[in-house]
């Protein structure tokens, strides 16, 4: 299967567009069919219709497969330049808003660092793809069991450090003079939605709620504290926010877990640097 025509069909996909695509991609709408055309009579499936622009079912399929496969073909591409393309010495680090820990950021050097503080989600696919040089991520886990992380590409997963869970309430909330919460407590509370920020507490989020979409802790925590919505953050950027009020999560036991992804062929300045942070987290444990 050839990945120019399958980056056509996931484009005209996402655009809902034969000409919206030929745009993007820099070809003429003609090219754009043709390379549909071809893909269709490789597979020997009708893979869209036209009117409107939608996927077929054996198109829903093959999409569901073209991420993950393009993804793959851009690290390898990425695993194999990167050690040419690199600048001597400096190092692209990703990382989630709340994988950034003091102690994390005291270990990275004064210079030769850019950090780019991406969501969640977001993290994996830019290391693989070789945007980022290394990558911090966050999420729940029971105590010291890895993070689920999308099976983006080969990369080595170290555990960075685990924090104590706390939720953010608004001063005048009912529950903000207990001593601890369990998740149970909160099944009809109503949730901040910020998941380029916060940690998404799936399994009680019910009902509509204020959706955050940006990386600023500090206004997570102030929506939070004006009463917006209930947010679960490590127990030290809650008890940090300057308002509301932290409580602590007794149950389920579950963590706030960072990771530090690292690519197969790191760069040298990309490999001492996931070694000092290596090193201090097994410092803490």
Do not use: K, N
């Not at 005048?172 to 099944?187: C, E, F, K, N, V």
């Amino acid at each position: 299967m050839d990945p120019h025509l399958l980056r056509t069909f996931v484009t005209v996909v996402r655009l809902s567009s034969f000409s919206g695509a030929a745009r993007e991609l820099g070809y003429t709408q003609s090219a754009v069919s043709q390379h549909i055309a071809a893909l269709e009579g490789d597979l020997r499936a009708e893979l869209l219709t036209r009117r409107p622009v939608e996927p077929t079912p054996a198109g829903v399929r093959l999409l569901e497969h073209a991420g993950p496969l393009l993804l793959r073909l851009d690290a390898a591409r990425a695993d194999v330049l990167r050690l040419a393309a690199a600048p001597p010495g400096q190092v692209v680090l990703a990382a989630s808003p709340l994988a950034l820990a003091p102690r994390l950021l005291a270990a990275l050097p004064a210079t030769g660092v850019t950090l780019r503080v991406l969501p969640p989600a977001d993290v994996p696919a830019a290391v693989a793809a070789g945007g980022c040089d290394l990558g911090l991520v966050d999420g729940l886990a029971a105590p010291s069991d890895p993070l689920r992380l999308p099976d983006v590409a080969p990369l080595t997963v170290t555990g960075a450090g685990e924090e104590e869970l706390a939720l953010l309430l608004p001063a005048g909330h009912p529950l903000a003079g207990r001593s601890a919460l369990r998740l149970d407590d909160l099944a009809d509370a109503r949730w901040l939605d910020a998941p380029q920020a916060g940690i998404a507490p799936a399994a009680v989020r019910t009902g509509p709620s204020l959706r955050y979409e940006g990386t600023d802790l500090h206004a997570l925590c102030a929506l939070a504290a004006a009463g917006h919505g209930l947010a679960l953050l490590p127990r030290r950027v809650a008890e940090s926010a300057g308002a509301g009020v932290a409580v602590p999560l007794s149950t389920p036991r579950l963590v706030h877990r960072t990771e530090l992804l690292t690519p197969t062929t790191p760069t040298p300045a990309a490999a001492a640097l996931a070694a000092r942070l290596t090193a201090l987290s097994r410092a803490g444990a």
